[in-house]
């Protein structure tokens, strides 16, 4: 029924940036919140950044001045800017909604598959 599909990640040398994007598509009705997360090996998956319907934002403390979330509505889409990226910001990368399906009620959680940005030093 819903979709979210991420693009943009890739191999960057330090200090570089990388811009993520993430579509939802289906039969969505309205979409509350959207947020970056990622994940390695060694650590649990953990937000990266958030933003609401409003535009209202939260960022890891990790990524605060370096990182950007923005999104548009109309399109359903969601991105990460990054900047001055440091080795340590190596992980997939996971794209989430919370959002409302056409005729359902509630809200639910959706995810991307997920890609791999590698920073190198």
């Known amino acids: 029924q819903v979709q979210l599909v991420e693009s943009g990640g890739g191999l960057v040398q330090a200090g570089g940036s990388l811009r993520l994007s993430c579509a939802a598509s289906?039969?969505?009705?309205?979409?509350?919140?959207m947020g970056w997360y990622r994940q390695t090996p060694e650590k649990q998956r953990e937000l990266v950044a958030a933003?609401?319907?409003?535009?209202?934002?939260d960022y890891a403390d990790s990524v605060k001045g370096r990182f950007t979330i923005s999104r548009d509505n109309a399109k359903n889409t969601a991105y990460l800017q990054m900047n001055s990226l440091k080795p340590e910001d190596t992980a997939v990368y996971y794209c989430?909604?919370?959002?409302?399906?056409?005729?359902?009620?509630?809200?639910?959680?959706?995810w991307g598959q997920g890609t791999q940005v590698t920073v190198s030093s």
């Open positions: 989430n909604a919370n959002l409302k399906i056409a005729k359902l009620p509630g809200s639910y959680d959706y």
């Open positions: 289906g039969s969505i009705f309205s979409i509350n919140a």
């Open positions: 933003i609401t319907s409003g535009g209202s934002t």
